[in-house]
Nanobody, 126 residues
C-alpha cells in the first residue's frame, strides 16, 4: 500500500525552526519527485518546495527562499523540509506529495502529484 506520512509539525515561536519529515512506505521515494505544500485556513493549497527525482533540482516559493531547505535521504526513504526563521504567515497544514515514478523535474502544482500525505500542522505564534 502506497503511503506518505508527514511528521515534525508543532507550535513554535516566531524566529524558531522545525524540521518536517515525509516518510514513504509501499514505494521507493528516490524514483519520485516530492513536493511540500501548505494550506492555511480559507486559502488555497500552495506549493512551498519540491525536489526532483531526475536531477535533484529544487524549487522554493519566493516567500520561503533562504529560510526553508528541502532534502532527501534515500536510505531512509524520507524527504525533509527544514524550516528556519519561521514567521506567523508560515502557519498552515503542511502536506507532502509524490509525483512519479520517473517524473522529470518538479513543479509546485498540486495536479502533478499522485500521492499525498495526511498533513501536519505548523503553528507559528508567540
Amino acid at each position: 500500500q502506497v503511503q506518505l506520512v508527514e511528521s515534525g509539525g508543532g507550535l513554535v515561536q516566531p524566529g524558531g525552526s522545525l524540521r518536517l519529515s515525509c516518510a514513504a512506505s509501499g514505494f521507493t521515494l528516490d524514483y519520485y519527485s516530492i513536493g511540500w505544500f501548505r494550506q492555511a485556513p480559507g486559502k488555497e493549497r500552495e506549493g512551498v518546495s519540491c525536489i526532483s527525482s531526475s536531477d535533484g533540482s529544487t524549487y522554493y516559493v519566493d516567500s520561503v527562499k533562504g529560510r526553508f531547505t528541502i532534502s532527501r535521504d534515500n536510505a531512509k526513504n524520507t524527504v525533509f523540509l527544514q524550516m528556519n526563521s519561521l514567521k506567523p504567515e508560515d502557519t498552515a497544514v503542511y502536506y507532502c506529495a509524490a509525483d512519479g515514478p520517473g517524473a522529470y523535474g518538479c513543479y509546485p502544482d498540486i495536479y502533478e502529484y499522485d500521492y499525498w500525505g495526511q498533513g501536519t500542522q505548523v503553528t507559528v505564534s508567540s
